[in-house]
């Protein structure tokens, strides 16, 4: 059983235009939770995979099967969860998440048009302003 994930998704070069590392962004759950037949194993000996201690680290675990995953949920909590409830939690999560996506691109959308009406908006203000200038100097030289 191969427990690697895809190294795409564990890209540390990515990061956004202010330096911050972009946390991977998972759109299958099943690339991290595998199906409970593949997970819940009759033998109860103990697999060898490795796993990222960092960037260029690696190290080796003997894990033994279980019907359980461990999830962290945040605020430096985590909680032991079937298999079975650890995806759908992690599917309605995932739900979730790509709802909340949505909302702010439309958001964003949004306020692009208005910053672009107020910019219009603000080169009209400032043509009339050296309009009116250009009237006032007129009106004194006469």
Same mark, same amino acid.
């Given at each position: 059983?191969?427990?690697?994930?895809?190294?795409? *998704?564990?890209?540390?070069?990515?990061?956004?235009? +202010?330096? *911050? !590392?972009?946390?991977? $962004?998972? &759109? @299958?759950?099943?690339? $991290?939770? @595998?199906? !409970? &037949? =593949?997970? %819940?194993?009759?033998?109860?000996? !103990? $697999?060898?995979?490795?796993? %990222? #201690?960092?960037?260029? #680290?690696?190290?080796?675990?003997?894990?033994?099967?279980?019907?359980?995953?461990?999830?962290?949920?945040?605020?430096?909590?985590?909680?032991?969860? !079937?298999?079975? =409830?650890? *995806? &759908?939690?992690?599917?309605? +999560? #995932?739900?979730?998440?790509?709802?909340?996506?949505?909302?702010?691109? =439309?958001?964003? =959308? $949004? #306020?692009?048009?208005?910053?672009?009406?107020? /910019?219009?908006?603000?080169? +009209?203000?400032?043509?009339?302003?050296?309009?009116?200038?250009? /009237?006032?100097?007129?009106? &004194? @030289? %006469?």
């Amino acid at each position: 059983m191969s427990t690697e994930a895809p190294k795409s *998704i564990y890209d540390a070069g990515k990061a956004n235009p +202010r330096g *911050i !590392p972009q946390a991977p $962004f998972v &759109e @299958k759950v099943e690339d $991290f939770v @595998k199906s !409970p &037949e =593949e997970v %819940e194993m009759d033998s109860d000996e !103990p $697999f060898t995979t490795n796993y %990222e #201690l960092n960037d260029t #680290l690696y190290a080796k675990a003997a894990i033994t099967p279980t019907k359980t995953v461990y999830l962290w949920l945040g605020a430096n909590v985590m909680l032991e969860y !079937p298999t079975t =409830e650890a *995806i &759908e939690l992690l599917q309605q +999560r #995932l739900k979730a998440a790509n709802e909340s996506l949505a909302t702010c691109e =439309e958001d964003l =959308e $949004f #306020l692009k048009e208005n910053i672009t009406t107020m /910019e219009v908006n603000t080169a +009209r203000v400032y043509n009339w302003d050296v309009q009116k200038r250009k /009237e006032l100097k007129a009106q &004194e @030289k %006469e």
